[in-house]
């Protein structure tokens, strides 16, 4: 690795969660050694950092060529006699320290220095041997984690961080681009690879690259406005990872390029442990992407983790409680806890509402695997941007859910579905319970018919009914949020009574074929998306000039009450279709 520049060691400390990585020659760092062993590693972090180094004194360099003088001693150390003493008068003057010794020794010499993690110095302890480098102190907003990292790219050891935001992040990406790839680019690409792998960029733990690419500014970059630090793999490792794998793809113009057969799928697997590749190497205009997912002990892969794949069943009271018999369906009722056992499971989201989104969000931070269906096209186009290739278009029938649940090994069914869904929610607890794997709820609830006082609210049972209760209260435009599917039945309202109908559906092309169908003008179909505010809903029932609002009882994520709030602001009748 070639030298760099001296690091500015008067600038000031500037650490935020959007700027991880202070060490760019903003901050003076000491590198303090007790042993003979601990030399040659601070003259090698100090020769590639401009670091300053604090040797015991005495202690003789042993590395040939080394820089030391006259007996031995470092030149430019500053040596000291006691540890402690030293520590202590130094602590307050340098922004980062790497020890090199034993953690003990250092939590027993910092304890009595320690103040708070946001003015503390970043501490880093990593042993003679350059095996693990360790954040000690002042980790996420001191800074410590950055610097283990930057201490791992340099030596090749292993960097150990146990701070809860970074160690539950399972995700690494490994990054290949060619010589001054700007921050955009490479941005880009980790984020078209997270889609493929149906992540988010927040799961990620780190960007990683090859040892060539540690001067990359678009890298460090790119890395800093994701929150997370940057690791560069020495070559050595890399070249240990082919010879250790002789079945991994070889790319031969990296490797007459650069001396090794890739970049971003050794990068990514090296950054972790127990990894396996989720998104094999990609290119994304120009950019090498490839992303890998750590098996741990502790990751929700092998444990409930987060409540995912543990049913909570809300009682009528509003207590929840995880035991209650006959609600998980699958061999002799078993838990889902109980169901990790054996291989890693497999969810099958049933969505169609927000609460499939989150639920999603969850499985995909916590590196689970899934797919998440929907049984609408605009439903799939949302999945498929949020989550890729974990999205799937289709309507369950039993015999099609038998087929994927066996295709895909689907061991766990969450059901987030739109509370009136009542075909897919029966066909689901009934195939769960054929076939053995466990079934979930997590379909929102919906409030009463009375908790809202309001003297024009009507509540309905069907479609049907909503449109007689319309004709009957003598309504001139009513506005129909309750979607595309049933506007058929409002279809005879316009032929017979020559009222205004207008509808609110999706901007999709089959939701305004639907309204065209059902003989509705073009100028009352109003095609967008939520979530509607109260505002918006008053101001479009005031636009429109809109005299009742039929709607479904949707709940709370379903914008239900946002709808009710504006038609008393309005004054408007509402018609609400409760089944």
Request: hydrophobic share 40%; net charge neutral; aromatic share 8%.
């Amino acid at each position: 690795m070639q030298k760099r520049d001296h690091f500015d060691t008067q600038g000031e400390l500037s650490v935020s969660p959007g700027n991880p990585h202070p060490f760019d020659g903003r901050w003076n760092i000491a590198v303090i050694g007790l042993t003979d062993h601990s030399v040659a590693l601070a003259e090698f972090l100090a020769g590639q950092t401009g670091w300053d180094i604090h040797l015991k004194r005495g202690i003789q360099s042993k590395v040939k060529g080394s820089s030391s003088v006259g007996g031995g001693n470092v030149h430019g150390a500053t040596e000291f006699d006691t540890l402690s003493t030293h520590v202590t008068e130094v602590f307050g003057r340098y922004k980062g320290f790497v020890f090199i010794m034993a953690l003990g020794i250092v939590n027993r010499v910092i304890a009595p220095l320690v103040r708070n993690k946001y003015i503390d110095p970043a501490v880093v302890c990593i042993d003679d041997v350059g095996r693990f480098v360790i954040s000690a102190l002042s980790g996420h907003e001191g800074g410590a984690n950055a610097l283990a990292y930057q201490v791992a790219s340099i030596t090749g050891a292993e960097p150990v961080i146990t701070t809860a935001t970074e160690a539950n992040r399972l995700y690494t990406c490994g990054v290949g681009c060619k010589k001054g790839a700007g921050k955009e680019e490479i941005l880009h690409a980790v984020n078209e690879a997270c889609t493929m792998a149906g992540i988010w960029p927040d799961t990620l733990r780190c960007l990683s690259s090859a040892w060539i690419k540690a001067d990359e500014k678009g890298i460090h970059e790119a890395a800093n406005s994701l929150g997370i630090p940057c690791r560069f793999i020495p070559r050595r490792e890399i070249d240990w990872y082919y010879r250790s794998h002789p079945e991994a793809h070889r790319y031969e113009l990296v490797h007459r390029t650069i001396g090794v057969y890739g970049v971003s799928e050794p990068c990514a697997l090296l950054s972790g442990r127990n990894t396996v590749l989720v998104v094999h190497r990609a290119v994304i205009d120009g950019v090498t992407v490839a992303i890998a997912r750590e098996e741990l002990f502790g990751s929700p892969i092998q444990s409930s983790g987060k409540g995912i794949g543990k049913h909570i069943e809300r009682s009528t009271d509003g207590s929840t409680d995880s035991s209650t018999e006959g609600a998980i369906y699958g061999s002799a009722n078993r838990s889902m806890d109980l169901a990790f056992e054996g291989p890693a499971p497999v969810y099958l989201v049933l969505g169609g509402t927000t609460e499939a989104v989150v639920t999603s969000y969850e499985l995909s931070k916590d590196g689970a695997e899934f797919f998440i269906s929907t049984a609408t096209e605009y439903g799939f186009a949302l999945f498929k941007d949020k989550f890729g290739q974990r999205a799937v278009l289709e309507n369950f029938t039993e015999e099609s859910l038998k087929r994927f649940i066996k295709a895909r090994k689907v061991s766990h069914v969450i059901d987030c579905t739109h509370p009136y869904a009542h075909v897919i929610t029966s066909v689901a607890k009934s195939v769960c319970a054929e076939v053995g794997v466990c079934y979930e709820s997590r379909v929102r609830e919906v409030g009463p018919a009375d908790e809202i006082d309001y003297e024009k609210i009507y509540t309905v049972a069907s479609m049907e009914e909503a449109v007689k209760k319309v004709l009957e209260i003598k309504s001139v435009k009513p506005l129909f949020t309750t979607g595309s599917k049933e506007l058929h039945i409002v279809g005879p309202l316009i032929s017979t009574s020559g009222m205004e109908v207008i509808a609110r559906v999706l901007p999709f092309d089959n939701s305004i074929r639907k309204c065209l169908d059902a003989k509705l003008k073009n100028q009352n179909i109003i095609a967008m998306q939520g979530p509607f505010s109260t505002e918006l809903n008053a101001a479009t029932y005031r636009q429109y000039g809109v005299d009742c609002l039929v709607t479904k009882r949707s709940g709370r994520e379903g914008g239900y009450y946002e709808k009710i709030y504006a038609a008393i602001e309005c004054g408007i009748s509402v018609i609400v279709v409760e089944r």
